[in-house]
């Protein structure tokens, strides 16, 4: 157990739902991090929050958004998603944004 | 542009055996290498990680190198086991005030019995 959770694990959803994943830090980060995982490619870093402020936003479609209330939790906001959009969903805190990530779990979403 | 490129693609391997992954990179400036190990259906793990003044660095079975002139890192796997299958990802940090990280593909490595 790394101490980051994420929920749910797994989810399927509609294109024209509205999804919301969660992820959960134990470790006292000040750093949240958002990377889709795609099959056979790199991770891709999608949102990164410091101290409950976005800093880095990497082109995603507005089909994708974020909320960081705290320094603990952060949510991935989703709705009228395309199939392209399944994928591994992986959450991650560092200490601050120049230490080792540790990654939560994952979520398995599949848009139908 | 920063890359990372790793290889085999996949890998399978009879339990027992040793093996050694591949990573190279054209990231600068360069700040450490990170190996990742990820199972299936979950997140990445750390491994090792590897500073520009770093040859080897060993954890358990697995032993990472680095030459930072030719910009390589290896992975070698020793006397495999069947819960060393997994995906292995290579992460090169670049020192840019605000470290940036470049992911590789990862190399998918299948342990048989």
């Known amino acids: 157990e790394t101490g980051v959770t994420q929920t749910p694990r797994h989810l399927v959803m509609g294109m024209t739902n509205k999804k919301s994943l969660k992820c959960e830090q134990h470790l006292g980060h000040n750093a949240m991090y958002w990377y889709k995982q795609s099959a056979k490619k790199p991770l891709e870093l999608m949102f990164v929050?410091?101290?409950?402020?976005?800093?880095e936003n990497n082109s995603v479609p507005s089909r994708f958004s974020p909320e960081c209330p705290n320094s603990s939790h952060l949510f991935l906001h989703l709705h009228t998603l395309q199939p392209e959009d399944s994928a591994l969903y992986l959450c991650?805190?560092?200490?601050?944004?120049?230490?080792?990530?540790?990654f939560g779990p994952g979520t398995r979403l599949t848009v139908t | 542009k920063n890359q990372v490129e790793q290889s085999p693609q996949s890998l399978i391997i009879l339990e027992g055996k040793n093996c050694t992954l591949q990573c190279n990179y054209t990231v600068s400036p360069f700040s450490n290498l990170r190996w990742y190990k990820q199972d299936t259906g979950r997140g990445p793990v750390s491994l090792t990680i590897m500073t520009f003044s770093e040859n080897t660095k060993s954890n358990g079975r697995y032993t990472a190198t680095l030459d930072a002139d030719t910009k390589q890192s290896s992975l070698h796997i020793t006397a495999s086991q069947l819960s060393d299958s997994a995906s292995y990802i290579c992460?090169?940090?670049?020192?840019?005030?605000?470290?940036?990280?470049?992911f590789g593909s990862g190399t998918r490595l299948q342990v048989q019995p």
């Open positions: 992460v090169v940090s670049s020192d840019t005030g605000r470290r940036a990280l470049t």
């Open positions: 991650a805190s560092s200490q601050d944004l120049l230490y080792e990530q540790y």
């Open positions: 929050y410091s101290l409950e402020e976005r800093v």
